[in-house]
């Protein structure tokens, strides 16, 4: 069956780094973009960003671009983000997806979450 498993969230303090990994299985990964989406408490899923298929086209967010970078390794069905330069806004679960792109992108697949947590 289709699976997207996240890892890599953790409890970082500001300034510091973190890399979620997103592992694909049940479906031909490569043949999807990926995306990331966050959602904090008490607030609604965003969008963080996406990665086309063979990488031509990445997308992110306002909010967290020039600190986080979209990845992905079709050859290991995984993705990535790397977040860089961490804030405490950036507290939230972050889901994996895998989607079509078009004009935008649009998530069929999910995982379940890592919770990342950025506090001193």
């Known amino acids: 069956q289709v699976q997207l498993v996240e890892s890599g969230g953790a409890l970082v303090q500001p300034g510091g780094s973190l890399r979620l990994s997103c592992a694909a299985s049940?479906?031909?990964?490569?043949?999807?973009?990926v995306g990331w989406f966050r959602q904090a408490p008490g607030k609604e899923r965003e969008f963080v960003a996406f990665?086309?298929?063979?990488?031509?086209?990445?997308r992110y967010a306002n909010s967290v671009a020039g600190r986080f970078i979209i990845s992905r390794d079709n050859a290991k069905n995984t993705g990535f983000l790397q977040m860089n330069s961490l804030k405490p806004e950036d507290t939230a679960v972050y889901y994996c997806?895998?989607?079509?792109?078009?004009?935008?992108?649009?998530?069929?697949?999910w995982g379940q979450g890592t919770q990342v947590t950025v506090s001193s």
């Open positions: 997806n895998a989607g079509y792109y078009s004009a935008s992108y649009s998530p069929k697949y």
């Open positions: 049940g479906f031909t990964f490569s043949d999807y973009a």
């Open positions: 990665i086309t298929r063979s990488a031509g086209v990445i």
